[in-house]
């Protein structure tokens, strides 16, 4: 039979899937074992025959301590013509989770994929996760792969942006996106995977995709929103996700779900932050009666309002919370009775790709990274100040001034004139 399953088929020998298969009609490779060939200990007077080596115990199993996830069988040795030293296949997925970025006060477009981020709650932020299939694909009949992505309570997954590629070029067919939905009018609720991630999407059998082969990288695309739940400051919003995949190409047939592995955990981060303005009076004590206004930079340099003016009969703190890095600008929109307007005051938040937040304006706002806060003491002053040097005010008191002087110095002249005259 194995000389048969050996013989080329229009110049092409079948390969080692086959013949495993003619192997397992006449051996129960479920018996017991003859021997164990281990590392620098091999087992000695073997008589001549046939042998069939094959992995001996659990994956991630040495027999003295687990080594870890993301491992997987090797095909059964099925030819060994002499001394043979067997060194078995990297058959391991590998697996990666990327976020990209934006700062809309300079730009328009994202950056590469990252590990970390920052947005404005409301904004939807994308998500990369991707497998790279291993080098003995081929050797399986049958190929399970699903993404696990689990997300923190400040993301909402949006499960109509999902998109997949297969090394580059999408795909619409041969998976499914698993996710909890609430019910509605027209439709009942919808629970979550089983194993309490955000969602799943699940590839059946990868084999179905024709443009899947050893070494291509399945890509998932998305978005999540950044919601009012999200954590503030260094603490951030993480997003884990691993990688479920077949891994023992001998138990490959169709319907078999139980010989899988799994890749180690990966995880980004999205950070957002906050201003916090305390006003108070000349003695810098709490003031109350005022309101304010924050704006955000775009990248064409004009300023949007961020929500709506800020204000209350007794609120003397003013908090805006879920800021994105950028230009803002904090204008004084109400101000209390008595006291001046101040200047609008123009800042950047900075923030580093751990979440550590900084300013320009290091002597007006303090920064502090775990609470992922600026914070300043706005002063206001009483009674009346003079328009600022250089200010539309100046231009207009020196115009008056030069005025006055002009007509009293033509009322001098017409004065001597009359007194000449006379």
Not at 114 to 129: H, K, M, N, R, T
Not at 157 to 163: A, T
Not at 340 to 365: C, H, Q, R, W, Y
Request: charged letters at 25%; a negative charge; one cysteine or more.
């Amino acid at each position: 039979a194995l000389i048969d399953v050996n013989t080329p088929v229009g110049g092409v020998v079948a390969d080692d899937v086959a013949k495993l298969a003619v192997i397992k009609t006449y051996l129960n490779i479920q018996s017991e074992a003859y021997g164990t060939v281990k590392d620098k200990a091999p087992l000695k007077n073997v008589p001549a025959g046939y042998y069939l080596c094959v992995d001996k115990g659990v994956v991630g199993d040495d027999g003295i301590e687990t080594v870890g996830p993301g491992e997987a069988y090797s095909l059964y040795v099925v030819e060994v013509v002499g001394p043979t030293v067997i060194e078995p296949k990297k058959g391991t997925v590998e697996s990666d989770k990327k976020v990209k970025d934006i700062n809309d006060s300079v730009s328009t477009d994202y950056t590469d994929w990252e590990a970390s981020a920052d947005y404005d709650i409301g904004d939807a932020v994308p998500f990369q996760l991707s497998a790279k299939l291993p080098v003995d694909y081929a050797n399986y009949e049958t190929y399970k792969l699903t993404f696990h992505d689990t997300q923190s309570e400040g993301l909402t997954f949006d499960s109509s942006s999902v998109k997949v590629y297969v090394d580059g070029a999408e795909i619409t067919e041969g998976f499914s996106v698993v996710a909890a939905k609430e019910a509605t009018e027209a439709e009942p609720a919808v629970p979550g995977p089983g194993d309490g991630c955000t969602f799943e999407v699940q590839f059946a059998d990868v084999k179905a995709i024709s443009a899947a082969k050893a070494g291509s990288t399945i890509t998932v695309e998305y978005t999540s929103t950044l919601n009012d739940k999200a954590l503030v400051g260094s603490a951030g919003n993480g997003n884990t996700m691993h990688v479920e995949f077949s891994n023992n190409p001998n138990h490959s047939a169709a319907g078999d779900t139980d010989n899988t592995g799994t890749t180690p955990e990966d995880t980004v981060v999205v950070f957002t932050y906050k201003t916090v303005v305390n006003k108070v009076d000349e003695k810098g004590d709490a003031l109350t009666g005022a309101g304010f206004t924050l704006y955000k930079k775009d990248a064409k340099g004009n300023y949007n309002v961020v929500g709506e003016e800020v204000t209350g009969t007794d609120l003397t703190t003013f908090e805006w919370k879920g800021l994105d890095d950028g230009d803002y600008k904090l204008v004084e929109t109400t101000t209390p009775a008595g006291y001046n307007t101040m200047d609008p005051i123009e800042f950047k938040i900075v923030a580093e790709t751990n979440g550590v937040i900084s300013t320009n304006l290091t002597n007006v706002f303090t920064a502090d990274v775990e609470a992922g806060s600026l914070t300043a003491d706005i002063e206001n002053t009483k009674g009346s100040i003079l328009p600022s040097t250089g200010g539309m005010g100046t231009t207009i008191l020196y115009l008056v001034g030069a005025l006055l002087i002009i007509g009293a110095g033509t009322t001098l002249v017409m004065r001597r004139r009359r007194a000449e005259e006379n």
